[in-house]
């Protein structure tokens, strides 16, 4: 496992060149752009534990170069020639399954293909370079993802596809019934935090609530600006409760959900108004779910239930400490269930957790929960 840990220097930089590195992660990228495969592979290549072992210029030659390279993670673009990435995605899922993260375009229509590539197998993305982000940039977050990539199971399942066909074959029904209306004291204020597996674990969680229960609240995904939008519309699809991105001035109500946006910390006045705010990046992200769950505990107290999903790192682990002390509740999503068991771990160790289990049994406990108090 020593590969697999992180290899940085206190100042965040590759290791030196001295350093003994074994059994480096082997990565294939795929990318119709040479310039863009050239570049990458040359930031790729100079940590130590990463070995570029092969590239293609579309899906088709991806297949064929995982059979044979036989790589520990696939980095791949989404729109080429020939094939695909979502194309490929969906057949080396079925065929040779192997952890992927997607290149996306930060576009409404990149974020809206990316999540489809999180619903069928991706393990994770990262935007391309932006106007005033560069390619070292971009491989900063990668590299990350990459080393996290290579020591997570990959989980081939249908339960989304078959989640969002169910909700597709309902939207009308849900549409007309979502009833929203003003959070009573006595309804139960649901805190979700996500990262990494995020998008998937949610829309199990949610399409897993029975309907017409007496809760709200709010969802914290790590998400860059845009992807949240896509987020909350494919999530509102999904279950029997309105679920949008938060604006300045919303409210908390019981029937609805609160999506923070991507690129703001969302947190909520002693009225429970919503504001957001671009302060510096807690844990490494924003929004971050650490930022929001305190601002709800000194509201809201024990009328929280905080369900800590799939994610890296440490996020929503201060703030469960913080709801845990005014009396709120903790789940987590279990390990077996979790793409990457870094947020749930942090809970489930420090016995902050009241329930354990997959997305799904977590979101169809809620009705005896919410009952039981």
């Known amino acids: ?42 930031y790729l290549n100079r940590y ?52 992927v993260i997607m290149l996306s375009n930060l576009t409404s229509e990149g974020a809206a293909v990316t999540l489809h590539a999180l ?30 990539a290579a020591q997570a ?38 805190m979700v935090a996500s990262s990494t597996g995020g998008p998937s674990a949610l829309t199990g969680f949610f399409s897993s609530l029975a309907p017409d229960l007496p809760i709200g609240g709010v969802i914290v995904q790590h998400m860059p600006v845009g992807f949240t939008t896509i987020l909350s519309e494919r999530l509102d699809k999904s279950c029997h409760y309105r679920v949008l991105e938060a604006t300045p001035g919303a409210k908390i109500q019981r029937g609805q959900f609160l999506v923070a946006p991507g690129g703001s910390h969302l947190v909520f006045d002693e009225k429970g108004v919503a504001h957001l705010s671009d302060a510096p990046t807690v844990n490494g992200v924003r929004p971050a ?5 305190k601002s709800l505990a000194k509201v809201y107290k024990s009328q929280i239930l905080a369900v800590v999903l799939t994610g890296m790192g440490k996020d929503g682990f201060v703030g469960a400490q913080e709801i845990s002390r005014h009396g709120g509740k903790i789940l987590a999503q279990d390990e077996e269930s979790c793409v990457v068991y870094g947020m749930p771990r942090h809970i489930i160790e420090s016995n902050l957790a009241q329930g354990i289990g997959s997305p799904e049994i977590l979101g169809q406990s809620i009705a005896g929960r919410v009952t039981e108090s």
């Not at 779910?289 to 769950?293: C, K, P, R, S």
């Open 1 to 42: 496992m020593n590969y697999r840990q992180p290899l940085r220097t206190a100042s965040g930089t590759p290791p030196s060149t001295t350093e003994q590195v074994t059994k480096p992660i082997r990565v294939l990228t795929v990318d119709d752009s040479a310039l863009i495969r050239l570049t990458l592979n040359r």
């Open 153 to 190: 199971p990959v989980r081939v399942s249908g339960r989304l596809s078959r989640a969002l066909a169910e909700a597709s074959g309902a939207e009308k029904k849900h549409s007309v019934g979502k009833s929203v209306a003003t959070l009573q004291s006595t309804d139960t204020l649901l």
């Open 119 to 148: 619903e069928i197998g991706a393990f994770d993305f990262v935007v391309k370079p932006q106007p005033g982000v560069t390619m070292a940039d971009t491989v900063n977050v990668l590299i990350e993802k990459i080393r996290h």
């Open 48 to 99: 130590p534990d990463i070995q570029v072992v092969g590239q293609a210029s579309n899906g088709r030659e991806m297949l064929a170069l995982v059979t044979t390279l036989k790589p520990d993670v696939v980095v791949s673009d989404v729109e080429m020639p020939e094939m695909n990435g979502i194309e490929a995605l969906e057949q080396l899922m079925r065929t040779h399954p192997v952890p």
């Open 289 to 293: 779910a650490d930022v929001t769950m």
